[in-house]
């Protein structure tokens, strides 16, 4: 979690670090800080969100500065525990995403050899022992190089100097991005930042340091110098701004047309591995909305392939891994999720094969499995994940459709208009059942069964409303003592084997007073009798119906949470990027 940015050129550096930080935000935003070089440090940071802030911080000087965009993890977001953290003299500034394991241990070094400390972060510690190092050869390359080994846990650091004109950068288990300009060098945690100055980019390893100065970058591995390859990035900065839209979410939701399109073509019979074409069994390793992806594809893999899927959260998969073995993938949308990422590094372990399925180029998942697939959804901004799941879906879709010979080639390749006639449903009967709801269930079976855990997830991350996902069969051995006339439930009914069953099911919850909104087959007869409100959807393919009975599900989680006045894209104590178990 937590973002940061630091620019060094021929501009004056805060205002590109204050954007910067405002596209960052998605990874954390309970507090922002900036320092620039400008003779001394100038350093100036706060509680809140930068992006709410008329704050002074881009009034700093200086043609070098770092920045930073926090999601608290060691101390209480404040003033004093936000980034960047300096030394004793205030001559170095750092700014830190990631966590420093053994910070305590270091502290009570720093501490008895005179060091003063004043925020209760990790960080802070990375500032006092850079201090020591400095003073005794005053050089701030060196100093982070000897500092570094010393850090357990992950690091991006951001280093300055007041008497250095350069920035020191330092990655270890979290991502760190530099952008080259002409005649200016950019680092950030991902492309945002970046991408309206440059698409010129350069991905650090693990355990590289490298010097920043207006003229060139170095970089070093292990005290050796070293390069790394200038990638291009085919994003544009227009895929980073609102354009228009009142949120990021509700863009995102109006991009999964585009984003099922392109991430379809972009899997076919070269792109994918051989140990997917042979696979005979797979475990799906991932987190939130990224396991629920999986589980789709569960019931899809089993159903139509007979390959037996195993699937598991990631943060249990650590602690209890169950044996395994063939291939393993880990779905991840923004790569950096340390469970699934740790999970993965254990598979491989087992001398398991690992194919990662990602969005974003470069990210950690990328560089720990063996083989990655890329989805083709563009940066993904907003906290609640919409077209990358879109995205997950197709890649895993086309996996399917391969493994049957092509099968599902045709319905994929024209899912995305189907998928466009959904984003237009009317759905506010629905929202004003929403808005008063005190809890909702969501219930489906078969693959809707998942598709209505990701449609409760999304609607309690983002409008604070209490919703559970049920497989529509177990509601009876249990939570039917919760429903009632405030309790609307969610069914997802469509045509085919289990149809005449969630009838029943929703006629049942009926009986114990609970209002249902069903999501059917557009031309269904039986569903606007029973249900109180019904949502039709296009006819088409089972596959595309798992596609748009989701979309639908995301606008309503979305027009609950704007009627109810939620912050849509920052929803509270969250974050986009899990770093941390
Ligand atoms: O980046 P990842 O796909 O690994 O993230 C996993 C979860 O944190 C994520 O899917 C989360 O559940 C969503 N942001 C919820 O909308």
Known sequence: MCGIVGYIGRREAAPIIVEGLKKLEYRGYDSFGVATINGCIELDKHQGRISDSSSSTVNLKGKIGIGHTRWATHGVPNDVNAHPHMDCNNRIAVVHNGIIENYAELKRQLVSRGHVFRSETDTEVVAHLIEDAYEKEEDLLSAVQKVVPRLTGSYALLVIASNEDRIIVARYASPLVLGVGDGEFFAASDMTPIIDYTERAIFLEDGDVASLTQDEIEIFHEGKRVTRPLELIDWSGEDTKKGGFPHYMLKEIYEQPQAFYNTVRSVTAETLPVSVKNAESVTIIACGSSYNAGLIIKYILENTCAIPV????????????????????????????????????????????????????????????????????????????TKSFIAQLAVLMQITSFLRNGEFDDILRSGHRAIEEVLLIDLSDAVSLCINAHSIFYVGRGPFYPVSLEGSLKMKEISYIHAEGYAAGELKHGPFALLSPETPVIAICMPGETYGVMISNIKEMKARGAPVIAIGEEGDLELPEVADIFIPLPVTHPLIQVLTSLIVLQLLAYYTAVSLNRDVDKPRNLAKSVTVE
């Open 310 to 385: 195993r699937l598991e959260f990631a943060s249990e998969f650590k602690y209890f891994p169950p044996p395994i073995r063939g291939l393993v993938i880990g779905i991840s949308q923004s790569g950096e999720t340390a469970d699934t990422i740790t999970a993965i590094k254990q598979a491989k372990a087992h001398n398991c094969t690992s194919l990662a399925i990602t969005n974003v180029l470069a990210s950690s998942i990328s560089r720990t499995a063996d083989c990655t697939l890329f989805m083709r959804a563009g940066p993904e901004i907003s906290v609640a994940a």
